[in-house]
């Protein structure tokens, strides 16, 4: 009767799932980040990706785009239309960031849980 | 199996779902902010609220935009435009009276009669020309205040004149929209953004003030510091956004008054913080346009953050917001 529910090596096992949910917590957390990038075609939503993973990719409504996702960013990388705004704008990175293509009405949107809350300048 | 050992099988598994639900909360998105992005006015709105989940100003963007393009063939401005007159509804003559007083108020810097030039151009269409000078000059006889007449809700034109709202519309419809984020009282905060043009309301979620990036001109990627806000409105004006590159060589799309040319200004950007959409539009254009000569037309009540050519940013004692720069390169002035 005078047996404790718990020995010695329970405590060890119990920290060791503790430190394995941790682990397991922060990968998920990482994992489900909310930063991606939201791709318009006037109104129209037409694709939404993540920007953590790199990758370089056309959507379908967006004719002679090519988009580039890179170190957690995003950029118009070829643009059909003559002015290249779109093109120079560069990467963006940051919440609720925007390039426009005026042109052929297409915006790429960031929304990334960096704190800021809008983009001047 | 031992009571002893279900007992432990059942504590074990206790401690997994607790941390597990403590993570999971953890890992939960902490801010209720709601993102929608519309193109409205020639641009793409993006509107984030807090405190309600559907967005409820692209409509009204939308409506305003019908009344107030110069190029919309049902628009009241199209029509004063092509017809030399028109019958202006309340938004319309609200507009269009601030203006005309911030064409007249601001030394020629501003001015929304330049119809005649900005559709001569057509900078940032796929339309854009260089136009000879002598068509530019004869184009400038049309610009000027005196060539209107507004009578309540009825307005007239000279021959030839016309209107450009695009330089204050943005701001007037941030204006706008605040009116109907007061009357609904779910909504805690918003910002409301045209781009160049942007409301901040209420309060962000789960801090005292709005947090804004100011773009670096010269890298769009790249932020030169971060400004925290209370509720306002912000404007920026700079040549490096909406241009059109004819022969080789790059077209801003704001224009000098006085020449009818592009502005080739002193400044890379010009951001008002003021409590006025419309007024910020029309005061960042004009200090865009008139360099160092323009500072003295902005009021008290406002402030301006500008990122000159010699990599310093001059912002206005009156600012009032706090501004942390994060590119060494750069200097903060504060005059």
Request: proline share 2%.
């Amino acid at each position: 009767m005078n047996r404790k529910l718990f020995c010695g090596s329970d405590f060890v096992i119990i920290a060791c799932i503790i430190l394995a949910s941790v682990v397991l917590g922060v990968f998920m957390r990482g994992s489900d980040s909310a930063d991606i990038a939201q791709i318009y075609k006037g109104s129209e939503l037409i694709a939404s990706v993540s920007l953590n993973e790199n990758s370089e990719f056309t959507v379908e409504g967006a004719d002679g785009f090519v988009f580039c996702v890179e170190n957690n960013s995003i950029c118009v990388k070829t643009s059909p239309c003559e002015n290249k705004i779109c093109v120079n704008t560069g990467c963006i990175s940051r919440g609720n960031e925007t390039i426009v293509c005026l042109p052929e009405r297409i915006c790429v949107r960031t929304s990334v849980n960096d704190g800021f809350d809008a983009v001047v300048g | 199996m031992t009571k002893r050992r279900i007992l432990r099988f059942l504590t074990f598994i206790a401690v997994v779902l607790i941390i597990a639900a403590a993570f999971y909360c953890f890992s939960q998105e902490p801010s209720n902010a709601v993102s929608h992005t519309d193109f409205a006015m020639d641009t793409y709105v993006t509107e984030t609220l807090y405190g309600t989940d559907s967005s409820i100003s692209f409509e009204y963007i939308k409506t305003l935009d019908a009344l107030l393009s110069a190029y919309g063939e049902n628009s009241e401005i199209f029509k004063l435009n092509t017809q030399g007159n028109a019958t202006l509804s309340e938004n319309t003559v609200s507009i269009v009276t601030q203006a005309l007083k911030y064409t007249a108020d601001t030394d020629g810097y501003f001015d929304a009669t330049l119809f005649p030039i900005t559709s001569l151009w057509k900078i940032g269409t796929e339309n854009a020309v260089v136009p000879t000078d002598e068509q530019i000059q004869e184009a400038m006889g049309f610009v000027g205040v005196a060539n209107f007449s507004l009578d309540e809700n009825e307005i007239v034109a000279n021959e030839n004149c016309g209107l450009d709202l695009g330089g204050v519309a943005k701001g007037f419809a941030c204006d706008k929209v605040k009116e109907i984020y007061e009357a609904n009282e779910d909504i805690t905060g918003a910002v409301l953004s045209f781009g160049s043009s942007i409301l901040l309301y209420g309060k962000p979620d789960n801090k005292d003030e709005f947090s804004v990036a100011l773009r670096n001109p010269d890298n769009a990627h790249l932020s030169l510091g971060t400004l925290r806000l209370n509720e306002c409105f912000v404007s920026t004006s700079g040549g490096y956004e909406r241009n059109s590159i004819l022969d080789g060589k790059k077209y801003s799309h704001i224009f000098d008054p006085k020449t009818g040319y592009p502005c080739e200004s002193e400044y890379l950007s010009v951001t008002i913080v003021s409590f006025s959409g419309a007024l910020g539009d029309a005061l960042s254009t004009a200090v865009y346009v008139g360099g160092h000569k323009a500072l003295g037309l902005i009021p008290e009540d406002c402030s301006y953050i500008i990122v000159d050519k010699e990599k310093k940013i001059h912002i206005s004692k009156s600012f009032p917001g706090r501004f942390s720069l994060t590119d060494t390169d750069y200097e903060v002035i504060y005059e």
